[in-house]
Structure formats: C-alpha cells, structure tokens
C-alpha cells in the first residue's frame, strides 16, 4: 500500500477537494398521476415538487405508444401547506405532428361530462 493513501480509502481514482461551488444536474424519473390532456398541456398530481419555468422531458405512454414529450412547468400548487406533494399545469414546448394527433384522438374519445345544457 502506498504511504500516500489513507487507511481505509478504497477509492480506486483520485478525488479532487472542489473549492468554491461547482453547480451540475440530476435527472430523475418519477412516476406522476395525469389530472388531466389536451393539445395544448397537462395538469399532473406529483410526489415531488418542482420548480415553475423549469425544463422537463415527460415520458407518457398512450396505446402501447412510449413518447417523450419537452414540457415547462408553468404553475405549481402544493396539495397541502408544507407539502412536497403538489400538482403541476405543463405546457407542451415542442409537440410534433404525431404526437399531437394521438393526444387530439384520445380526448376526442373522451365523453362530454358536462351538465344537459351546458357547454
């Protein structure tokens, strides 16, 4: 064992003290519950609360069909005070052709639950 390395010290690369902040990135999957679809976005029920403006990819499964959707966060509301559970409305940034033919289909197939009388 080299006099250089630590009792204990397993690590097999050298590691490097990182002086002032060094800012980087996680992505993590997290399951949430669809509230609701349009062409234009979705409202989701989440575990986790997440940040407004922020970036996401949305992985969504409609008939068998996996898509990846880019969406941003434009409200989140904590379901209850201090809680990081919360429900959060996306916009669709980008939705190709497609993708928005699958979506216009499933909520054309949804029924008018609307009220006799009402738009």
């Not at 959707?69 to 434009?74: E, G, N, Q, S």
Request: aromatic share 4%.
């Amino acid at each position: 064992m080299p006099t250089s390395q630590r009792l204990g010290d397993r690590r097999a690369a050298v590691r490097f003290e990182i002086v002032g902040e060094l800012w980087g990135t996680l992505q993590v999957a997290q399951t949430v519950k669809v509230l609701n679809l349009s062409a234009g976005g979705m409202l989701i029920e989440s575990p986790v609360t997440l940040a407004p403006g922020s970036l996401y990819d949305a992985h969504v499964t409609i008939d068998d069909r996996h898509m990846v959707i880019p969406v941003r966060a434009t409200r989140v509301t904590p379901l209850m005070p201090g809680s990081a559970v919360c429900t959060a409305a996306f916009e669709f940034v980008e939705l190709p052709s497609d993708v928005r033919n699958v979506i216009d289909r499933l909520v054309g197939e949804q029924p008018d639950e609307s009220p006799a009388g009402e738009p």
